[in-house]
């Protein structure tokens, strides 16, 4: 019986050692905790790249900014793929690139925001032609490539949380290029609802009732203080 009783004593001094050292790890000040550098991803066009905003990288530069000011020990590092001009099958490529596949493997988070050229371009190159059968052949070709952007992604990392940015319309009093934006914006929300952790966020709102002289650097991209607004909004779901 004594032995038993040793036994069961260094078991039960074991597990009491066990439960302490968990507790402690587990209460440690936050200060000790080993810093994590997190890891974004954001693929794009002019509007990801910030042109009219270039000091500081439109909504990507104020973004990282903004994250690494408001987390007390982590550290955020955003690389910015926006390419200007480019449509949604640009990004494709940039997907078949060995050097951006790698590093949507090892984010922690993924940014897409595109489809401002490829909306652009059904509208004429102008946002002022408006042709019924263009806009509608276009946006399918967009959607399509949307589903193969998001395939690609998965394939290469099952899990990393996407955050895919809906369009805005640059002429907001324009109210029918505005029913436009939110039928392209409806449809890409439903294109990327069967994908899991992948979370649409509109923009279109943002820019209702604004000053466009407030807000944008030119017909279409945004100044410092437009992609604040685009950034204040990411920021929250991160």
């Known amino acids: 019986g004594g032995i038993m009783k040793k036994i069961y004593y260094s078991i039960g001094i074991v597990i009491l050692i066990g439960l302490a050292y968990a507790g402690y790890t587990f209460f440690l000040d936050e200060k000790y905790k080993p810093e994590k550098e997190h890891i974004i991803l954001a693929l794009g066009d002019s509007l990801t790249y910030g042109v009219g905003d270039r000091d500081e990288e439109g909504y990507v530069g104020q973004l990282e900014k903004k994250l690494n000011k408001e987390s007390s020990r982590d550290t955020y590092k955003i690389y910015n793929y926006g390419i200007p001009g480019q449509e ?13 596949s790698e ?21 004429g190159g102008d946002f002022q032609t408006f042709n019924k059968a263009a806009i509608e052949r276009k946006k ?23 955050l895919v940015v809906g369009l805005y319309n640059p002429h907001p ?3 029918r290029l505005d029913s436009i934006v939110n039928k392209w914006n409806g449809d890409l929300k439903k294109a990327i609802s069967s994908y899991s952790s992948v979370t649409y966020l509109p923009t279109n709102d943002l820019f209702k009732e604004k ?7 030119d017909g279409l991209h945004l100044n410092g203080r437009g992609y604040q607004l685009i950034a204040n909004r990411i920021s929250k779901n991160i």
């Open 88 to 100: 949604s099958k640009g990004v494709l490529k940039q997907l078949a690139n060995m050097k951006i």
């Open 103 to 123: 590093k949507v493997n090892e984010s922690d988070q993924l940014i897409l925001f595109i489809g401002t050229n490829d909306l652009r371009k059904s509208l």
């Open 140 to 162: 399918a070709e967009y959607l399509n490539n949307i589903d193969q952007i998001l395939s690609i992604i998965r394939h290469l990392d099952k899990d990393v949380p996407l």
């Open 173 to 175: 009093d324009n109210k």
């Open 211 to 217: 000053s466009k002289r407030k807000y944008f650097s």
